[in-house]
């Protein structure tokens, strides 16, 4: 059984959140010391993300060559993007009309204290779409590997890249040599990733010993209701198309089922992010693909957090008591559009975006965040986890639209009997 439980990270993920649960709720006093190990696991992660997002989308551009097909791949990522963060926003809004979570809270705005969550909104009142286009541009070159900007290291990666690949033959020296390290830096992510349980034990301990159960059962029914509506994205969203592209949603969760649970575990997507970029290219997709797809879809395609903003903006409205009309929810549904776009660039990112869109939108008062702070870190999970699923589905589609797919490799993740094909050219 021990030998059994070594090989298998999910089953030792799981074993740890169990126990960090446990702790947390026995020796809260520790369990709050234990947040120390998912910061540093996750800080060990992000120090690899940048140089694993350059060498891979450097390289991937380079051998490439054809930068009309560079261009064609961002678009249709861009447009996919856009398409299914909509649908997951209109997925929180039919999930809280039809649990209504926050029926019968009856929260008073003038009796609520803000005092714990005046950062958050402090922080809120900085973003703005201007904001959010100038932190797409870092401030020098080696700037956005010092930030660790995910969407400022891709692009500065994209314009190397281009750049590289119109020297012509002269370029294979460099590509070689960057090709080597993007696999030394895997061989380092491999040992990395053993610290995962560790990290979902320790965020675990901390979560329930720092909010404890008395604060997930008081709100259960908007866990419940951010979890369903996941899992409804997940499986009537990206399922059918999916299916319609010839992979089945099941065999396609299987196949990263790690990842997932280390996203699920630590609350974050981040650490599963260079681990995700090999599986992926294990299934078949190009490198290329990988490189330009999941970093842009890291910043651009957080359906989770997107799924969020609508459900926790509607269950506010619903605890206080708050009534709004068809068009004023439309109209929040269009704010979210533009705000779901900054999420990833500030930590925090979902809780601190679900308060620009607050600040934004005056008719739900801002203050009744103070409700749901306390289970934050669960509703984390299962943004963390959604954005995860969203970005690896987004990847693996885009490749097989491209023809960036190789069907040999990509064969655990597709149905029974579905044609051979490279989908739509």
Not at 99 to 105: A, D, F, I, T
Not at 147 to 169: C, K, N, P, T
Not at 349 to 362: D, V, Y
């Amino acid at each position: 059984m021990h030998q059994f439980i070594r090989r298998h990270l999910i089953l030792q993920i799981l074993l740890a959140m169990t126990l960090g649960a446990i702790l947390g709720a026995w020796r809260p006093g520790l369990g709050v010391a234990c947040k120390l190990l998912p910061d540093i696991f996750i800080r060990l992660i992000r120090m690899m993300i940048a140089p694993v997002i350059f060498t891979s989308v450097v390289v991937g551009i380079g051998r490439m060559g054809d930068l009309k097909r560079v261009g064609r791949i961002g678009l249709r990522a861009v447009v996919y993007f856009e398409v299914m963060t909509t649908l997951a926003m209109i997925i929180g809004l039919i999930m809280v009309h039809l649990l209504h979570p926050g029926n019968g809270v009856n929260a008073r705005v003038a009796e609520l204290n803000t005092k714990d969550i005046s950062n958050y909104v402090g922080k809120a009142n900085e973003q703005s779409f201007p904001a959010f286009l100038l932190n797409l541009i870092p401030r020098t070159l080696v700037g956005a590997f010092a930030e660790g900007e995910i969407i400022q290291v891709l692009l500065v990666s994209v314009l190397f890249g281009v750049a590289l690949a119109s020297l012509g033959e002269r370029n294979r020296p460099l590509i070689s040599g960057l090709d080597l390290v993007y696999q030394a830096l895997m061989r380092m992510i491999a040992g990395i990733i053993r610290l995962a349980p560790l990290a979902a034990f320790g965020a675990m301990a901390f979560t329930f010993a720092k909010f404890g159960m008395r604060s997930l059962w008081s709100l259960g029914e908007l866990v419940t209701c951010m979890f369903l509506a996941c899992a409804l994205f997940v499986a009537l969203g990206l399922g059918p198309v999916l299916r319609w592209n010839g992979f089945s949603l099941f065999h396609f969760l299987r196949a990263i089922r790690e990842e997932i649970m280390i996203a699920l575990g630590t609350a974050s997507s981040e650490p599963a992010f260079p681990r995700l970029m090999a599986k992926l290219e294990s299934l078949g997709c190009s490198r290329p693909v990988v490189g330009l797809v999941l970093p842009a879809g890291y910043s651009f395609n957080l359906d989770g957090s997107s799924l969020y903003l609508t459900l926790g903006a509607l269950y506010i409205a619903q605890a206080t008591n708050t009534p709004l009309s068809f068009g004023q929810e439309l109209g929040m549904l269009a704010i979210c559009l533009i705000t779901s776009k900054g999420a990833a660039a500030v930590v925090g990112g979902g809780f601190i975006t679900l308060a620009a869109t607050l600040a934004m939108f005056p008719t739900i008062p801002v203050e009744g965040m103070v409700l749901i702070l306390g289970i934050d870190q669960f509703l984390a999970s299962a943004r963390a986890t959604t954005n995860l699923i969203g970005n690896a589905a987004a990847t693996l589609l885009v490749a097989h639209w491209e023809g960036e797919l190789d069907l040999v490799a990509a064969r655990p993740v597709r149905t029974r009997g579905s044609s051979v094909g490279t989908g739509i050219s």
